[in-house]
């Protein structure tokens, strides 16, 4: 079984490059962002610390983690996009990688500088129904027509914490938090670092390199 962590600033490109490897590889893809923000929906504890760019609890993610790691679409491998979060969900998992026998931990550090990320996430728009994401302030990556997705002609919506204050706050809390896994994982030999400056398919053809470096 194959875990791919992706770890990467705010609006890095995460949830495109995932979407990218679950259509052509068939893997699970876990945001626990996109798991939070459903609970957010009937808890308004956690949609207001979502709102601010707060990290939840690590039980709580945890919880919703481990109820999603036994489903049957993870047995072939599963993305994670956005978890782990800090140092302690990182330790956490690493038992986790023991006790469900994964063969292949794979952590890819998507790396962009802070002014490319804030001009993706105020751009960003998505599509509620088959999730694909757009930008509008992005030429190659907006809709074709404004606010329609070009997929389902669904109504795009923009995230609540898609906005340059809230990311300001998201930015500090990926360098206070998460930034130190890039170390972590540096130690255990299994980080790649992939430029995340570059256009969506480019990136893609390089994390496509590392995994096919990488035996299950
Ligand atoms: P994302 O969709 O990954 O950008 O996550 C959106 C928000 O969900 C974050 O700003 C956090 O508030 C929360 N969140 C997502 N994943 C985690 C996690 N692993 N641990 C704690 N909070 C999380």
């Known amino acids: ?19 990218m490897l ?18 957010a929906k009937t808890d308004e504890v956690i949609k ?23 489903s049957d679409d ?10 782990p979060r800090n140092v302690n969900q990182a330790k956490r998992y690493d038992q986790i990688v ?8 794979v952590v890819i550090y998507l790396d962009v500088d802070k002014e490319t990320a804030l001009k993706r996430i105020v751009g960003r728009v998505s599509c509620p129904n088959c999730h694909r994401v757009f930008n509008d302030m992005i030429e190659e990556a907006m809709p074709k027509v ?8 669904s109504e795009l919506i923009r995230r609540t914490d ?15 938090n998460t930034a130190p896994l890039i170390d972590y994982y540096l130690e255990k030999g299994i980080l790649h670092k992939v430029d995340s400056g570059m256009g ?3 990136i893609f053809e390089v994390i496509e390199g590392i995994l096919g470096g990488i035996n299950d």
């Open 146 to 153: 404004s606010g329609k997705c070009d997929d389902c002609s």
């Open 162 to 176: 898609d906005n340059s204050e809230t990311f300001g706050k998201r930015y500090d809390v990926y360098i206070n």
């Open 98 to 105: 023991e006790e469900l026998g994964i063969s292949s931990n």
């Open 74 to 83: 993870c047995k072939k491998g599963f993305i994670l996009d956005g978890f």
């Open 1 to 19: 079984m194959r875990s791919i962590i992706l770890i990467a600033p705010p609006a890095a490109g995460k949830g495109t490059q995932s979407d």
């Open 200 to 202: 969506k398919d480019e």
């Open 22 to 39: 679950v259509e052509k590889y068939g893997f699970a893809h876990i945001s626990t962002g996109d798991m939070l923000r459903e609970v």
């Open 48 to 70: 207001s610390k979502l709102e601010n760019g707060e990290l939840i609890s690590d039980d709580i993610v945890f919880d919703l983690l481990q109820k999603r790691l036994i």
